[in-house]
């Protein structure tokens, strides 16, 4: 399978990871600039592809925006996604020791795939973001995340994510079958913490240590 254009790679070669993580950056930001994370998170066995937006956006307006005034440049960035989990899946890591992390509209993105594809996976980060669509949008996924781990993390005063829609996407990921953890910290500005980073080593040593 030929590798994706502006995929790039850190950690260990796929072939030989024990798990992988798929990092999707967020608006106006890089590919390289998500995988800087992987640094910080530096567990071993993992490898890390991180897939680049084009023109550093994936959907042009606010992921509140009505579905259609995103399209079709939702489709293609979920489509970008799907890819991404094919290549590895190609290498032989199966969905069970796959985390999908992103960050603003990177978790945006990364948890709207994840409700659409819906099976067990090695887990789900999504750092301040939520599902795509306006109020009221249907929630209906085919699918079960069967116990798969989320982690929802979000500053309660967010100016991009109001922290309804991270409220709803908790629910909505928990009646998809999935083990949802969700914090919402005081005051936070649109940012990572360090409370955050260090769930997601556990979220991530739980995959390594049942090698």
């Given at each position: 399978m030929a590798a994706l254009p502006g995929l790039l790679t850190a950690g260990v070669p796929l072939q030989e990871a024990q798990a992988t993580m798929i990092l999707v950056h967020g608006r106006g930001a890089t590919a390289a600039s998500i995988l800087m994370l992987a640094e910080e998170l530096d567990r071993d066995g993992f490898a890390y592809l991180a897939p680049q937006a084009p023109g550093q956006?994936?959907?042009?307006?606010?992921?509140?925006?009505?579905?259609?005034?995103?399209?079709?440049?939702?489709?293609?960035?979920?489509?970008?996604?799907?890819?991404?989990?094919?290549q590895v899946a190609a290498a032989g890591v199966p969905a069970e020791r796959i985390i999908f992390l992103g960050f603003s509209q990177g978790a945006c993105l990364a948890s709207e795939f994840v409700a659409r594809h819906a099976r067990?996976?090695?887990?789900?980060?999504?750092?301040?973001?939520?599902?795509?669509?306006?109020?009221?949008?249907?929630?209906?996924?085919p699918g079960d995340l069967a116990g798969t781990p989320v982690f929802l993390g979000c500053s309660d005063v967010d100016p991009?994510?109001?922290?309804?829609?991270?409220?709803?996407?908790?629910?909505?990921?928990?009646?998809?079958?999935?083990?949802?953890?969700?914090?919402?910290?005081?005051?936070?500005?649109h940012s990572v913490n360090e409370d955050e980073?260090?769930?997601?080593?556990?979220?991530?040593?739980?995959?390594?240590?049942?090698q």
């Open positions: 956006t994936w959907y042009p307006y606010s992921f509140l925006a009505p579905l259609e005034q995103n399209q079709p440049h939702l489709d293609a960035a979920l489509a970008t996604l799907e890819n991404v989990l094919a067990r996976y090695g887990g789900l980060v999504a750092l301040s973001g939520g599902l795509i669509g306006p109020p009221g949008t249907p929630r209906v996924y991009h994510i109001p922290a309804w829609r991270v409220e709803e996407s908790a629910a909505v990921l928990e009646q998809l079958g999935a083990a949802v953890t969700m914090r919402l910290y005081p005051g936070m500005g980073i260090n769930f997601v080593r556990q979220m991530m040593e739980t995959l390594t240590d049942e």
